[in-house]
């Protein structure tokens, strides 16, 4: 643990290292400004990609207008327009009309194309850009359509402005052609990689037992763990040797144990915990949020939570509640607020925890940096299982000893700003939670 | 308003601006991690400077203790110790038996020197590190003493650990020795800078008034305001030419006017409204909070709050509440906690706006980058001032037309970490706020 | 709707009716307070009935002492003690060693006497007192053994104080002797009588329609309904009669209706809503609350909420959360507290209604008098069903067009006070919540 | 201690005093039910009193109108109306023209007087009802206007509605009508008797000193007092007398002294605290609220809060926060509900207990029956003194040593209900906190 970072050879005066480093931060704030602010200037979009709410027949009509509208446009000195991509459910839809826009217009029957789910996963840029109409839902649809690389999203709504939604569908034209013509500003919304991971016999099992114990020592009042050497069987043979494995403690070095112990003095335990490996099951990207609870059982369970800054893993704390919200900034106006969780800023890269019903009233919603790793872990030892859902999207059981880990994705989703991030957030609290409505009169400095 | 900031001259297909975008942030977002997690190697640290709370008569003994301790004990190859500055008014007090230190110790005089508040604002790099001995408040008054760059502080309490004072005075001895010989993890704390603006005269007023009206559209709903020309004087002259002042709204631009006017429709609200100018006049760093409230008076007008990102500038909320936080996240466990704000770990770059006693329920705790500029302003036409409070230290009175500006501050407050900022943070909670406590048995995954 | 409940004869000025209803609101809280301080002197009880937590072996030694210790022990001038009633189940138990006390004591056999649940079910007046061995738990399971009259209950713990139960087991000797002889205070604890309703088909139904339609006008702000005529079949039939069923609206007056038309002006909405019988089906008696959740549903649908005061039966509120708590004030420290509810003081008539997770941030927790019967209601039209637990007990499925209703029941939970209802309260906050912890010092008056 | 409230004659099994006391809870809770429905007849009331939002001039007109309205239509069978009085201002109103008035109907000049405060003090039984014009504020200046009998007031809103205004102006006419001459339904809104008591010097002191003290035990944990002798003075005199003062714990008996000796352990910690006698310097009847908090201070010490239910008198809890709210129900929808106090029906007999900014997390909202006597104290040794606001009105300071005290009052604000109590109440929450406004669909069972 001596790894020194930053050692400075310039004298110390000049530059000391905290400086350094404060100037590092505020360098990193500057970089970060202007990602918010940045205005790209599209090369040309070839295609876009058109996504409703599924199963919504009134928009087949709308979503046939702005098809036609899209490759009819004369663009970029050409005189025809863009090619679009539509659900290949209207294939056989009536209202959407094929063959009468086949016999139509048979110059354009080339730029209507038709996507799938499976051409979303295989090969998202495919789409130059895609266009949402729809509430909240049709955005999350897309998220969950794009697990990987995400072409930009404008979002439409329909009449009633969500917080995902800030373009009005009645002025579509206008919006898109300034879009495509004079660029955009992009909103990176952070989105969450959650990793199932399933408990699998340790290394030296035999079929008759899948868990091994080690020697654990736990501060009673940090729950802070150190492991130590496998425990000797019963049986009288000798110690196995340490292998690896998901064991949530500091493996305990030799040089440090007699500062652990000291410091530790009288809230040491000493225990003897199952140790286990657990392997990557499933992945999902969540836009807004994922949350564990009870499920179909009819008791929740304590979890553990522990975060990860990639040098230390740390445990967070015993969750006590009818369940656990861990929300990005985009998820902060949706589940999380219902559960008392804070409004966060899109631009800011945190996670939101916020417990569902806490047992205890000093758990409050909580913020981590998003660079921290976060395991949500159903202990071995259980009484019950835990389910957790992604973006209100199909739920997966946590099984003892299963659980589930959050870190920031590599792959956000872009969303086109109306007027700007900060602007377009806080017009949708303004309209989505009543902000300012008591307000009769102000006054300005 | 046509920047195109980062043009791809590149196949748009390889590297879309979005995924440009993208990567860029995932390497802020690395670079962020890295900062969190460095460990500095002290460059022979030769001064400390030991602070105390003030007016506590019992830690003059324990700082005489400390101080000799330094001076003594060889560092660096060299027979003797580093410097010490201690508190100026150590001087005179006979617990210091500063007489005595000079007696027995005539080769170390040089070693002890005084520091006084002036010293700290002028020279603060004559300070190697800082040690605190007491409680929060005492980092928070060494705040208060360094309004630019702060050396770091390594902060000791004296018995039941502060949310700020992971390290134990029982132990001063080992921690300093790891500390200066092994290198350090430091934890940039982000502080506030909080300027304070007054109201004055424009420029064309003459003293009889000087407040200059202009005409303003606003939309009801939105409250987004548009800024005309200046309104003519009633006593027939012709309108004046148009001057830089404070406007808290969009400079109306003519080609974009008829737009507005269509979106705002039925919403728009034509006013006159007073416009001045306004200069900076109070400047303070804070380590945890500013707070604006009624202060003296008996009732708590409506403020506005205005946002920047540097590029717009925003009315994000009027504010009917007794009163209003801004708080760090170093502040999120003080008093911004009590008004039920989020527990926010110290290294998410956000300001968190807490009401207190908010008169509506959508106005929920609430975060925004710290990349933003926030103004709090008192309207020229409020019935009543407010007084704003910089961690907790004197009140200055906001008058009609006054507001405060909060940014982030060049000058972080350096704390050293006693394991990581992370594991420091969750154990001060747990300690600080009996997280866990319920808690009688843990399993491990 | 011209009842004139207290028509005055009485000359005006001397008792107005407000007068007089302000002397009889006076008089209520006067023997509200004597019952809540009312000490009882028990006329010499002769049965004992032991409860402890079902399932702890570690119990059974206790009980045998205690049950011992009441049948040696003289009392009344008798040189023997009284008559225990302990669970059946400790026949067949080796610990109890009933063979052992049936050989060394053949004078006492007939003095000890098993429950069983059947027995608590139709002769509760067997039993003088109740002695609970437990945390709060073992109350409420004892609650749910006497779903009619209640004997009173002291409740011992075992260690750590429970918000219901003051008594320390290890001085149980002095505190039911004192209750024995001296007499005790009595908490009656108000329980929930709450009654599941189904949904059955109409009178004048045939099997292939259950549900049939009613005009009816609603109020789009108020929620408020009025209920008009069977709607025409489209058979070309004739109005069927106005039969009775469940119908949440008023039914309206022919000589009112023109006053509600004005009133609500544009707010009105016509509709078509399928009225039906619901049967009463199950009905439990609660003593902490009842809990409206999704069950065993991915989704929670929304709820309707109406209260009765037996003149009028109003639309409340529609419930667009993740469930729904009603508790009694004794249950305000238990899942209520979770959900966000206040501390309630067990002496209040109140009914608690505390949203979990509420989807909108106007839905605060609210506390009803318990003079009122609330419905919940799944509607007719709902997307997904409820679930109902009792006391956290057995879960009932709600399918469209049940409900449950809750009123205050007739049959409280008696619990002796350690030494005053408040006293017992306050103290249980200071153990259970960390009440004062923070304090240090105190002064007083 | 041992009075024996109920001891029962009768032979046990038919009515034991536990079922006796059930039942006497029963009747209280229906007498209660039919206080809150009760229809009352008014007996031909002869004269009106009109109170506006004092200052607003628009509301001379319509004073003038309704003033007129009710001198001319004739009723009770005779040819002209009832007596009115209105504010003495009028007398000199340009708006209210009352020469105009004499002149045109000198018939009438008997029927209209003038009220001032004054008449309202000392002579309330002149006016047999109440009408005001306005907002929730002039309900509450009707309120302070009466502080002790307070006629029924019907409350008329100007396009508003509000928490205490049901009645829309528009339409006063036909509500004024029906309540006259079909009788009303009559909403009692307890108010709080709030008493400002203050310190005094003690009965055997001398000049020099005013505070004695006495030795006294308290539990560290539960924080209960128990109050022994004088202390001995330290010139060796004897001890001094028992006497009467305010001290807030039990005065230990002998003969329990050793019980509580025991029961504390090593919890006890013995003090000598200051002991004086306080007088009852002010009175005041809220209707919503009282509110302490830290005034013109900068800072807010400790409140200690207790609370007595006739027979016992109990430390409840120390107060660290930013100031202390203790409400009506009726108040709950005021500045308790900013507090976070829940929504609580005007029916129930409660106090509610709201911290504003509370310094712990477990100080939560609370409710207390309202037969206990609440006794907010600033701690004779406190750092500083506090303010305290009764219904937002004129605040008074508390020094050290002063307390106040609340209970419910014995003059209860009869406001009249627009259909019933209940009913009025879900409306205003629906108007005004915008319950149900997420809606938009709803279905009935």
Not at 325 to 338: F, H, M, N, R
């Amino acid at each position: 643990d001596n790894p020194q970072d930053s050692k400075m050879s310039a004298p110390y005066k000049q530059t000391s290292p905290t400086t350094h480093l404060a100037e590092k931060a505020d360098v990193v704030r500057e970089v970060a400004r202007k990602i918010g602010r940045a205005r790209v200037k599209w090369d040309n979009p070839q295609s876009v990609m058109i996504i409703t709410k599924p199963g919504d027949l009134s928009l087949v009509r709308k979503t046939r207008q702005l098809a036609l509208w899209f490759m009819r446009t004369p663009r970029y000195g050409k005189p025809s327009g863009i090619t679009v991509y539509v659900d290949e459910k209207l294939q056989k839809s009536k209202r959407f009309k094929l063959e009468r826009f086949q016999a139509e217009s048979p110059d354009l029957i080339d730029k209507l194309k038709f996507w799938t789910p499976e051409l979303c996963a295989t090969h998202p840029k495919l789409f130059d850009f895609i266009v949402t109409l729809g509430g909240d839902g049709t955005v999350l649809f897309t998220s969950w359509l794009f697990q990987s690389v995400v072409p930009p999203v404008i979002p439409f709504h329909l009449g009633s402005l969500g917080f995902l939604t800030p373009f009005d569908f009645d002025h579509h034209q206008y919006h898109l052609t300034q879009a495509m013509e004079n660029g955009v500003r992009i909103n990176l919304r952070v989105r969450f990689t959650c990793t199932v991971y399933r408990r699998v016999p340790g290394p030296n099992c035999t079929k008759a037992k899948d868990v091994q114990l080690r020697n654990v020592k736990r501060n009673t009042k940090t729950g802070k763990v150190i492991v130590g050497d496998w425990c000797e069987r019963k049986m009288g043979h000798k110690k196995t040797q340490k292998v690896f494995g998901e064991v949530d403690g500091d493996d305990v070095k030799e040089e440090n144990i007699q500062q652990w112990m000291e410091e530790d003095g009288e809230d040491g335990q000493k225990m003897r915990v199952p140790c286990f490996t657990t392997v990557p099951a499933e992945k999902y990207q969540v836009l807004n949020d994922l949350v564990v609870d009870r499920g179909q059982n009819s008791f929740m369970g304590e979890l553990e939570l522990f975060g990860s800054d990639g040098a230390y893993d740390q445990h967070l704390t015993t969750v006590a509640a009818d369940g656990l919200i861990v929300a990005t900034p985009t998820g902060s106006t949706a589940y999380s607020l219902s559960g008392g969780g804070p409004l966060t800023h899109p631009d800011i890269p945190a996670m939101l925890i916020t417990p569902i019903c806490p047992h205890t009233l000093s758990f409050r919603p909580t913020l981590v940096p998003d660079t921290i790793d976060l395991r949500i872990c159903v202990p071995y030892t259980s009484r019950s299982t835990a389910w957790v859902s992604f973006d209100g999207r199909g739920r997966v059981e946590l099984k003892q000893g299963d659980h589930v880990k959050v870190t920031a994705s590599r792959y956000p989703l872009p969303t086109i700003c109306k007027k700007s991030q900060s602007d377009d957030w806080f017009n949708s609290l303004s309209r989505c939670l009543h902000w300012n409505e008591r307000q009769r009169q102000k006054s300005f400095v």
